[in-house]
């Protein structure tokens, strides 16, 4: 085996993270920018939205869509190469994932550790390229050293609107950890186990990456990986809590009982937030119809080009804006109901 690949083995495995410098050429790396930025075109005009509002809700894609779809072989021969020769082991990909931090979506993506959101599905390490330069201005990667070798958490639930990044703040992350800024065509190998997050992007610059997930073949995964513990409002909980409050909302506020689904409960309020009306309980009109339309192009991205908020921010923004007050008012009913 290649010595360098050998000691970059050596120092993942010690540290968790290493960077494999110059995976991808320039040439190419532009090539999967240039089919990224296409096809996200092609998403926001079938929603109907700009790509700048479509990047604001979506910031993450995940195998099978027509982006990864057009990545697939080449991730599977020359990727799938690189990621086992790295390893010194024949490896198996779990997932691809393409994951964005923009101007318009540039918030960090909070301390944690991947495995904990795949128990179903173990892997035992990412490979994230990057696909333009990420200095440390641009959405950083950070990782805590050694921490691969720590007991694995419950999985972290950043959507839930009052979360606070304890960790990050920490003496230890502030102490200890460290930032990877790596220029285009550079990979990060991290362990699935080790704590990371992803910093601000101060810059405005896009930093689109490819990040694929591995295990050797005979990995064992970790027998210890604890159940996810849903919050109120969170990742797991959040789309069946909108559901339901919008639902009774539109009963009690507009007395129009409907029985349907989110993507009609999201259009119906935006409607009705356009008519100058008083509502009974206190919102910003204008900020809870932005909120309403970034969930509703989350809905249809999640369905349609298997997106996601990698961020959380976007449930988070609604339940500030229009969810919180209109639970409390809807508290009344509930107490004179029960
Ligand atoms: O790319 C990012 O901003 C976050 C990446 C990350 O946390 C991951 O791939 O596990």
Redesign the pocket.
Known sequence: MNLTMRSKRLTFEEKGVVVLKGVLDHESALLIQQIITTEIKKYADELACSVADYLASVSRWAHPCTMTSQLYQWVESLLKALASEFIGESVKLHKI?I?S?SAQADLP?PC?Q?IAYSREDPYEF?L?LALQDVGLFD?V?EFLPYSHREKIEPAVDFWFPEFMDNRQTSFLWQHRAIAVPVQMGDAIVFDSRIW???ALNQSGRDRF?L?TRWSRINYQSPTEIPERVPTSFGMWTCAQVTQSLLQRGLEKCFQHPVNADLATYLDLWQQLLIDPGKLPFDVDKLQAKKALKGVFILNHAAAQHNGGD?QGKVYAHLWHCLLHPLSQWLNQFSSSEG
């Open positions: 994932n994951i931090k993506v944690h991947d990412s994230w959405g990667l990371h997050r992803s990456a990040v990698a």
